[in-house]
């Protein structure tokens, strides 16, 4: 009867199990094979790029010749987002880590023998096992309506019963067939339910890499396998039906999954195949005032990994702070080993934190600073005009109108023992560049920041015609510094400045050298944060300091 029901389920379907084990055939004995396996429904979030690297070191690692593909969950058709694909994977594209299968050829086409990698294109085979599971007497079809259904939910709810689909609660368990083929050939949609043989009494014992042995409720609710309104599967059956075809071994996935690892278990024993290995993965945590919670798509600008290209953080940094939050013992054996790249290291996933790690954007802003102290002055400045060429163009402009001086101005002391590392991200040239450009300059001029109190007009414009007739831009730094000093002490007329707060304190001078050097960073670059100023000077130029020195006199 159960073969009768499946037949006039599914007329069309004529492939068996069997046949799709010949199409698919099982990997390599002891090959491990693990997979990305993200909904086109948002941008890609930063806890799904986590989530990758987890997986791609677990089977890249070690020289193990392990497998990790991408496949698109796109099932909820609805909340599938237009051209979520290209972003999934272009966005992944960014960490430059390849997949060794996946929908990532030209026009998404399949790159590997276990495709499609598309689950949208994969109903057939969903229909197979689908088919199967009926004909075994594990899946029937259902129609409760939705009002049917709210009635029952309210029943359960008003009796203090568990609620869901299960037990004398499924109008369609124990329907005659001649009851289902009505039902069937009237037209009216349906779902196919799980027959579930789950025991309500009953605990059992799962493992989990992360977790170790647990103990959990037994699944004895009739999910749905099948949708009645696309006849696409849900994530239950999708998940036994493409991992088991697609040969994974190992389901590294969000936690969040971690209660429906009795029904998946129960799912893959209907098929008679051995359980495959889980790893349930908490979710990114952020402090939220002095609270933790879970980093929010919706709240958090930085859950969507483009959040990062446009602060302009480096793609190794991301990664490099992505390790550390993954792998407890990352940092201290970077810390021993600074030469290695993340690839030399050897992560477990059973060390992995069970609650979940903070997601510290200050630790972000640590890694991104060395790495980016770590960049030759070339490729620094090359990196800066590609993020500009993005997030900035008129900067950008600028930045390849001007390519000598900019280059000078982005390295100032970069490189060096002494170089104080400005740039935490590359969007910092925003804050750091442009007033060294002249338009710029004119343009900000009038909104500069105040001056200490005691450098007055008459102190600056003494001050200003005595440095410019002595000024030698030739001077290493600290000779540049030592003739600063000397000219500020020696400004007569009770305008002397002293060369340090010692001086000050004792001999009544009207300010220290500091007040002077924030006139001159002020007045030439129109911050109180510049850099190293004797470098500045240089890379500005005699003329240009001249200039904009002597805008202050009058
Ligand atoms: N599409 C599922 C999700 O985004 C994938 C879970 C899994 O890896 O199995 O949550």
Redesign the pocket.
């Known amino acids: 009867m159960s073969v009768e029901l499946a037949n006039l389920l599914f007329p069309n379907v004529e492939e068996t199990l069997e046949d799709l084990m010949k199409r698919y055939p099982r990997r390599p004995e002891g090959q491990m094979v693990t ?5 086109p429904t948002w941008f890609l979030h930063i806890g ?1 790029v986590s ?1 990758w690297l987890i997986a791609e070191r677990f089977v890249h690692q070690d020289n193990a010749n392990g497998i990790v593909f991408l496949r698109i ?1 796109d099932t909820d058709q609805e909340r599938s987002l237009e051209g979520g694909i290209d972003l999934i994977i272009q966005g992944l594209k960014n960490f430059h880590i390849q997949f060794d299968e996946g929908p990532l050829g030209e026009n998404n086409q399949d790159a590997g023998n276990y495709g499609p990698y598309i689950q949208s294109q994969r109903k057939n085979l969903y229909h197979v096992v689908a088919k199967h599971l009926v004909a075994q007497g594990d899946a029937y079809p259902c129609r409760m309506t939705s009002e049917e259904l709210e009635a029952t939910r309210k029943s359960q709810q008003d009796n203090k019963k568990i609620p869901g689909i299960y037990g004398s609660y499924s109008k369609w368990r124990d329907a005659s067939f001649d009851e289902q083929k009505k039902m069937v050939e009237s037209g009216t949609p349906f779902v196919i339910r799980l027959r579930s043989h789950g025991d309500m009494t009953k605990r059992v014992k799962v493992s989990d890499i992360i977790r170790w042995d647990i103990e959990m409720q037994d699944n004895f609710l009739d999910v749905v396998l099948i949708k009645a309104k696309d006849s696409l599967p849900t ?1 239950h059956l999708a ?1 036994l039906v493409d991992d088991y075809l697609m040969g994974t071994t190992h ?4 936690d ?2 971690l209660a429906s690892l009795p029904l998946h278990l129960q799912l893959f024993s209907l098929l008679g195949v051995k359980p495959l290995q889980y790893a349930h993965v908490s979710p990114l945590l952020k402090l939220d005032d002095g609270k933790k919670r879970k980093l929010s798509k919706r709240k958090d600008p930085e859950a969507n990994i483009e959040w990062f290209f446009e602060q302009g953080y480096p793609v190794d940094a991301i990664i490099e702070f992505l390790m550390n939050i993954i792998d407890p013992s990352f940092e201290e054996r970077q810390k021993n080993n600074p030469e290695k790249k993340y690839t030399d290291f050897v992560f477990q996933l059973s060390h992995m934190n069970e609650s979940g790690a903070l997601f510290d954007l200050v630790k972000l802003d640590f890694v991104s600073k060395e790495w980016i102290a770590k960049l030759d002055k070339k490729l620094f400045v090359e990196k800066c005009l590609e993020w500009a060429h993005k997030y900035s163009p008129e900067l950008h402009e600028k930045m390849v109108n001007n390519q000598e001086y900019t280059f000078k101005a982005l390295n100032i002391e970069r490189c060096t023992e002494l170089d104080p590392k400005r740039f935490t991200k590359f969007s910092d040239i925003v804050e750091q560049l442009p007033n060294f450009y002249d338009e710029v300059y004119e343009a900000n001029y009038e909104n500069k920041p105040e001056l200490p109190e005691n450098v007055t007009q008459e102190i600056i414009n003494k001050f200003v015609s005595v440095y410019l007739e002595k000024m030698d831009l030739h001077l290493e730094k600290d000779a540049w510094f030592e003739q600063f000093k000397e000219i500020a002490a020696n400004l007569g007329d009770g305008m002397n400045f002293a060369g340090n707060n010692k001086e000050f304190k004792e001999w009544g001078y009207v300010g220290k050298i500091g007040d002077l050097a924030m006139f001159l960073r002020i007045q030439l670059l129109l911050s109180k944060a510049t850099p190293d100023l004797s470098e500045t000077m240089k890379v500005m130029w005699a003329e240009r300091v001249k200039k904009r020195l002597q805008k202050a006199v009058k």
């Open positions: 997979r990305f396996a993200p909904s799904g989530t969950e994530y998940h389901i590294i996935r969000s969040e999954w």
